[in-house]
């Protein structure tokens, strides 16, 4: 029976304090029965008006908000049910969802910031500090709401007992032009009577050590700070509570994101959050004047940051000199949680580190970042503690001063990061490609905690955007990621607007780093968008960043003396090829100008794209005409007549094929040249940053799939699978973090969880498993798994906006079953791989095919699974896998 499931509003994670006062509705069908027309109803909460309205319409993506606007504060209920094609009667109601909005406007704001604090030494990680308020509730309360932000991180308690689940909150953006804040519901947690709140608030990204080369301090400010604004309806009636904010030092005595926390239970204040606290020694806090904060006060885009799942130790060797290492078997961001009776005054140390080299932690990689906790007991009695502002990269930890009697079942890693829904998944019968799948969705799980970073454990951890650009597809595929990025794009927006530029990561720190435009980095700002558009199917995104994207191209195309040849000026070219030194990880084998034209004339045919979607005809000329002459000036200054290309090198020949910038038989010459140097690197990777995504995509469209896969299933060091087969459960930085012998590659720039290597995924997605995107938001879609490599089965599955669109198939004895099921809304064009290329179209359903189907590979031996933790079956996998 068809039914509606998972009515969103906009993309939003939660609806409480949404920022959109007419959010837009989305929903999906179960069944196979086609929709006709829809019909929505919205009751305005604790006002006597609802609003019922039927649309014609086949569509469930985007649709409009049906009633007038929510005010600011104003909640509503909403209903979806379809009208069936042959059907008379509709479905039932959807489940309501509830909205409420947010302050929309900023004169919704009427208290101040308050700050224990306006500035502070940085010889050091800063301590923290509380800050606490009482007030009054009459009578019965009907609606309790907080609306909180922060210059700093905080966590809010009330009446004891916290707030929130939220974990660094409100996160970080570009301070200075948009801070968002949080919406908390605290009906049913006040009490008539007294009442208290408490914040922690510490310095996190607002003015706490940032970046690289030693990093800098107070980058957005030399305060930290709390707005909070209490709304209250009670037998009093409807207010805004005015609070008198007192502070005091926090037993956090030292806290910093790199740097690590340092807690001391003897100075805490018990029962510092409740009301009746004596708290006539604290300080009153300084009020700043709100007006003088530039900053939009901005609803969230993302999830919230939380715990996401706890992970127990894999095993626990207790050292001669009493110090208990623990390998949890998963490199997390995250931080650890123990339970343990301790002796007072005495301190436990906790320690953390990727990797181990020579049965030690591995601390060379984090640089400055000390990433170091500790825990000092006040009583006998058992704790459970966990750092409260602090984050590491980390697998393995050791604890210093663990009791000597206290065995390991208290302690747990905590997995931190913005708390996105899981959309995409792919397995095969090969465990060596599916746990470099499994390290794929790590490495992003690790690395979306509040925006896009690069790595969560050294001195670092900024949001570059050329990981991003590269990574952005494979992103959307396995999470529903659109909140994190469309949060990271408007700060993009915001700085480029300011400086002129898109800069190499955002938000900007100015740490030393060239501030010059370069290709594929700043390509993030086209690249980002429109990959959000295709996956989800929402205009309303390339309408938002529109200006942002041409304001690029219009950049770089200046740059070029308008003729479309970017050969001037810093670039960063195809970062980290393998073949360039560990000191000198820019130096490539391809020309960075070369890569820097083809990049324009991407982003200016996608700019082009988007100006024709979005109706502008003078945008649509303009970007023909620069996106032309970019093709141009790259084939005129890189490719021979023939189609061989400049540079001569696996990268520069799959970006000319891969971003289509050839003619004719150059594509045919092209493809055999990248295959004829792909088998002379004897199948084993020769690209960089952006080579690795596309070349198996270059490989496959000129006709040599096997070269593909062969490249795919390589285990030794440059590959893919060489990291897995080391025992790495995260996609590594450097293709040889890692030697072959245990030891740390010697550069300085070695982390062992960066996603970008691991944008290959896309092609397991798309090739393997056989599930593309023809229109956007999956609307039409492709199903065509190109079988290899000795691969028997393998599947795909992903939650698109329609729902989930699932693929399997599985080969042997000469025949080849595709099983899929396609869900309500969704077009499937089949392509079956019987050599025909026959092309059948199915709707909603499961459908299955069954035909004769052998490639020369299929006798091959199936991949054996081998343990990977084992010395002698690894090292024997890697024999066979270099044959």
């Known amino acids: 029976m068809t039914g509606i499931e998972g009515l969103r509003l906009e993309h939003a994670a939660a609806t409480l304090g949404i920022g959109v006062a007419a959010p837009r509705l989305s929903w999906a069908l179960s069944g196979e029965r086609s929709q006709r027309a829809y019909e929505v109803e919205v009751s305005f909460i604790g006002a006597d008006e609802s609003t019922t309205v039927v649309v014609d319409s086949t569509d469930t993506l985007y649709q409009p908000w049906p009633a007038r606007p929510l005010r600011s504060r104003e909640a509503a209920h909403v209903s979806v049910r379809s009208h069936l094609v042959g059907d008379e ?39 923290a500090t509380l800050l ?52 908390l519901d ?55 509570v005015p609070l008198h904010w007192t502070h005091a030092p926090a037993p956090i005595v030292a806290t910093g994101l790199y740097e690590g926390e340092r807690h ?81 005054g005495e301190t436990v140390t906790l320690r953390h580190a990727e990797v181990l080299e020579a049965g030690e932690l591995a601390l060379r990689p984090l ?23 602090t984050l590491h990269g980390f697998r393995y930890a050791e604890i210093i001063g663990w009791p000597a009697d206290a065995g390991t079942d208290g302690i747990e890693a905590l997995v931190v990061h913005s708390d996105m829904r899981r959309t995409g998944w792919f397995e095969a019968d090969h465990p060596l490609l599916d746990r470099f799948h499994e390290n794929v969705v790590w ?50 927006a915001a700085e480029q607007q300011v400086t002129g530029s898109v800069l190499n990561f955002h938000p900007w720190i100015d740490c030393g780093f060239p501030v010059d435009p370069a290709a594929a980095w700043g390509d993030a700002a086209v690249i980002v968008p429109w990959t959000l558009y295709r996956r989800t199917g929402d205009l309303e995104l390339l309408r938002t960043h529109f200006d942002s994207m041409r304001a690029w191209v219009e950049q770089v195309f200046a740059l070029t003396h308008e003729t479309g040849h970017w050969n001037e000026g810093f670039q960063l070219g195809d970062w980290l090829d393998p073949a360039a030194p560990p000191e000198r990880p820019g130096d490539s084998r391809t020309d960075a100008s070369l890569v820097a034209t083809a990049y324009h004339a991407r982003t200016a045919r996608l700019v082009l794209a988007a100006a024709e979607l979005l109706g502008d005809t003078a945008a649509v000329a303009r970007y023909a005409h620069i996106a032309d002459l970019a093709a141009t000036a790259f084939r005129t200054n890189y490719v021979a007549p023939s189609g061989r290309v400049v540079s001569d090198t696996v990268t520069a020949l799959s970006v000319a094929i891969a971003f289509e910038l050839l003619e004719g038989d150059q594509y045919r010459e092209a493809g055999e040249r990248l295959a004829v140097l792909v088998a002379e690197g004897d199948h084993l990777i020769a690209t960089g940053f952006v080579g690795t995504p596309i070349v198996c995509d270059a490989l496959t469209s000129t006709g040599h799939l096997d070269d593909a896969y062969h490249l795919l299933l390589r285990t030794e060091a440059p590959s893919w699978l060489y990291a897995v087969t080391m025992g790495a459960t995260t996609v590594w930085e450097r293709w040889d973090s890692m030697l072959p012998d245990g030891r740390i590659n010697p550069g300085e720039m070695t982390s062992f969880n960066h996603y970008a290597l691991g944008a290959v995924a896309d092609f397991l997605h798309r090739i393997v498993g056989g599930l593309e995107e023809l229109e956007p938001g999956y609307r039409r879609v492709r199903i065509a798994p190109r079988p290899g490599g000795g691969l028997g089965r393998a599947s795909v599955r992903h939650d698109s906006p329609f729902g989930t669109i699932s693929c399997e198939w599985v080969r042997a004895g000469g025949r080849m079953t595709v099983e899929l099921r396609i869900p309500v809304g969704v077009t499937a064009e089949v392509v079956v791989p019987d050599g025909t290329d026959h092309v059948e179209t199915v709707g909603a359903g499961a459908h299955r095919f069954e035909f004769a189907h052998r490639t020369p590979d299929e006798d091959a031996a199936r991949p054996r699974r081998w343990n990977i933790h084992n010395p002698e079956e690894r090292a024997q996998m890697m024999l066979e896998g270099s044959r």
């Open 443 to 492: 490495s992003m799980r690790d690395n979306f905690v509040d925006l896009p970073t690069d790595c969560p454990q050294r001195d670092e951890r900024l949001g570059w955007s050329g990981d991003i650009q590269v990574f952005a597809p494979t992103a959307s595929y396995l999470f529903d990621a659109t909140g994190v990025l469309e949060n990271w794009l408007r700060d993009l």
């Open 132 to 183: 606490r308020a009482e007030f009054d509730v009459e009578g019965r309360v009907r609606r309790a709401r907080v609306y909180a932000t922060a210059h700093g991180v905080y966590d809010l308690e009330v009446n004891g007992a916290a707030a929130s689940d939220e974990v660094l909150a409100p996160g970080w953006s570009s301070y200075l032009h948009r801070l968002r804040y949080r919406t």
């Open 186 to 240: 605290l009906t049913e947690t006040l009490a008539e009577g007294r009442n208290a709140i408490g914040a922690w608030l510490a310095d996190g990204w607002y003015r706490g050590r940032l970046g690289f080369n030693g990093g800098l301090w107070d980058n957005y400010g030399t305060d930290v700070s709390l707005l909070l604004q209490l709304e209250i309806e009670d037998d009093r009636g409807v207010r805004v």
């Open 89 to 127: 009667a509709p479905t039932a109601w959807s489940a309501p969802v509830r909205v409420e909005a947010g302050l929309l406007d900023v004169a919704d704001w009427v208290v101040d910031w308050v700050s224990p604090s306006l500035h502070a030494p940085h010889d050091g990680a800063r301590a």
């Open 264 to 344: 001391d239970a003897r100075l805490e204040p018990d029962g510092w959050s409740a009301p009746g606290f004596a708290a006539d020694d604290w300080e009153a806090a300084n009020t700043l004047p709100r007006r003088q904060f530039s900053a939009v006060l901005e609803a969230p885009t993302g999830p919230p940051v939380r715990v996401i799942e706890s992970i127990r130790p894999v095993t626990a060797e207790r050292r001669d000199d009493g110090r208990l290492l623990l390998d949890f078997g998963q490199n997390i961001a995250g931080k650890l949680r123990f339970t343990v009776a301790g002796t007072p």
């Open 367 to 389: 640089r400055s970042a000390t990433s170091e906790d500790a825990y000092t007991f006040a009583t006998a009695e058992p704790v459970t503690w966990t750092p409260r502002f």
